[in-house]
């Protein structure tokens, strides 16, 4: 069905192990970086047209030419695997079946731009998963290809360290910002941008951060060429992507296959179809945070960065959320603000009271217990919170609240009286706000 | 309260790993939490000591995450993931059941102190859900049919 090669996830038994990977030409890649100047290693992955994994899609080359030159100050690289964005699951893949081609692109990212250390950053709930990237990271210590010892293994001056760091339980360490707080040894609150981590990063020094999948990519781009990666998959957003599906398929998974691959296809043929032959009535297709699709709107739909845009949404994170006909839309909404407002660090009043606000008028209309002005109410508390804020949680819980209401209206009218309780408004009368005052005082 | 001097040894290497030695403090907390078991003010005040830290800034960073415990827990602590993906398989009344079997809510554990609950958000292992965690192990598609056996076959294996 799909023809593009598996780069990121080979199929290959015990590939997590140094001397497998070594026999199925690992760290060949970096040697060929190795005879180019870091300069040309950075033109040939921003030819490639590589973008970032992490969600936003940033150009990954481009990122690493704003790290200054030269030598005179240290310069970090921070591996995002923080991955906490519900739906999204493939990060961990990597970590599994291949973590020394994470390791492989980490050498290269470093050689490129200078960087002597380098921090791969885990969420703490997987342990199992921290402890196989830490096994991985020793056996190629042991073996001489991170440390002193690359001089000997590959000749040359350049070497770089590689620490493995187990965060505690904190969504919000994901935004680079507070990664980078959580790293330090702070608590997690995001920074102000700028200055931009390539200016004042990791203890003030010039840093970059790449999520997992971004790096574990890049020998492969080294491997084939710029002009042979660049041709896989849509233009505008190339090479192959993890595509993590979850909710109501038959066959839920890690899928790597080419950008602007069918989302149909994805479902129907991928991954088995709905369970009992239902309807899609939904699809989320790149993690909690983006806006949904309807179920009549999938078809023709392809799964990458530009085509997803123009119908209002992302890929964030590629991992497809798959909802079918009898999903209560209001609940999963409800619940993904829950969830938005659990994480939100409370640093900035719209996202802090918004978040906590949002969550309050859904549970109110699941409840049966709110009128039509109220999702009024959450479309403009949504709007108060976007663009508000220090980091990019703040859109990334008014985004799936504002488009689940734009594309299932009717359902959240269908939860909510067609009249306000007047008795009810006598008695808060005094204690609290209504919908109606709050709404018009915008 | 003290770490022993081999512990101490490690907490020396977990500081120079780093550019700054402020950055082991996460590491630490989790040694402490295994051996103490949840971060009490006395662990804070341990760990302030070894990090060379004031304990206001290291209860300030204990109490940012989830993970580590702010009261003690049991012995066996169940995650069940109720977010979407998981509440789209059934995770709620997975939690209900467990809530049920053992008397407990939220982040609480029982008297005898072997079982403690939390309902927590995505694990990121949503293409197995409904997924729940004991501990450091996570256990992908469960179902009401199966959490029970999940649950004791990890207490007797433990
Ligand atoms: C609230 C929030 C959570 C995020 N969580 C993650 C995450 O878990 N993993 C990740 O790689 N990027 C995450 N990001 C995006 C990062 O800030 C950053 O853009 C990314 O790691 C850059 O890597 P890339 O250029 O390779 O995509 C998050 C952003 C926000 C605002
Ligand atoms: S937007 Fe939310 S999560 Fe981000 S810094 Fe502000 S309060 Fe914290
Ligand atoms: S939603 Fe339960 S593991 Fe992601």
Known sequence: MYTAPHIVLPQIPNLHRIDTYLANGGYAAYRKALSMTPDQVIDEVKRSG????????????????????????????????????PGSFKDRQIFESNPHQLIEGILIAGYAMGVKQAFIYIRGEYHKWVNMMEDAVREAYDKGYVGERMKQTF????????????GAGAYICGEETSLMNSLEGDRAYPRFKPPFPANKGL?????????????????AILSMGADAYSKIGAPGH?????????????????????????????????CG?????????????????????????????????????????????????????????????????????????????????????????????????????????????????????????????????RGFILKFREEFEAR??????????????????????????? | MTFTSDELATIATLKAQYPHPKAAIMPVLYMAQKKWGWISDDVVRTVADVMELPTSHVKGVASFYTMYFKKPMGKHHIQVCTNVSCMLRGG????????????????????DGTISLEEVECMGAC???????INEDFYENVSLATVDAVIDGHVKKA
């Open chain 1, 238 to 270: 190339a090479g192959t992507i993890l595509y993590g599906v979850s909710g109501h398929v038959n066959k839920p998974g890690v899928y790597e296959l080419p950008t602007g691959a069918l989302l149909t296809d994805i479902i129907q043929n991928v």
């Open chain 2, 127 to 133: 293409g197995g859900a409904p997924m729940i965690a």
């Open chain 1, 273 to 401: 179809g709905v369970p009992g032959n239902k309807k899609v009535k939904a699809v989320i297709p790149g993690g909690s945070s983006m806006p949904p699709l309807r179920g009549d709107e999938i078809e023709g739909v392809r799964m990458d960065e530009e085509s997803l845009k123009v119908l209002g949404t992302h890929i964030g994170t590629a991992g497809i959320m798959v909802m079918d006909e009898d999903t209560d839309i209001v609940k999963v909404t409800l619940r993904i603000a829950r969830f938005y407002h659990h994480e939100s660090c409370g640093q900035c009043t719209p996202c802090r009271e918004g978040c906590g606000w949002m969550e309050k008028v859904l549970h109110r209309i699941e409840h049966g217990d709110a009128t039509s002005s109220d999702i009024d109410l959450l479309l403009n508390v949504a709007s108060n919170i976007e663009g508000n804020t220090i980091c990019a949680l703040g859109d990334a819980a008014a985004w799936p609240v």
């Open chain 2, 92 to 111: 709620e009344a997975i939690y209900d059941h467990v809530k049920q079997r053992f008397g407990i809510g939220h982040n609480e554990a029982t008297a």
């Open chain 1, 416 to 442: 909510c009286k067609p009249q306000r309780n007047y008795i009810s408004l006598n008695v808060v009368h005094g204690r609290r706000a209504t919908a109606d005052t709050l709404t018009r005082s915008y």
């Open chain 1, 203 to 219: 203890w003030g020094m010039p840093t970059t951060i790449n999520n997992v999948e971004t790096i574990a990519t890049v020998p």
């Open chain 1, 50 to 85: 590589l973008r970032g994994r992490g969600g936003a899609c940033f150009p990954t080359g481009l990122k690493w030419s704003f790290m200054p030159k030269g030598n005179d100050k240290p310069k970090y690289l921070a591996i995002n695997g923080d991955e906490s964005e």
């Open chain 1, 155 to 166: 000749g040359g001056d350049y070497t770089i360290d590689i620490v493995v760091h187990k």
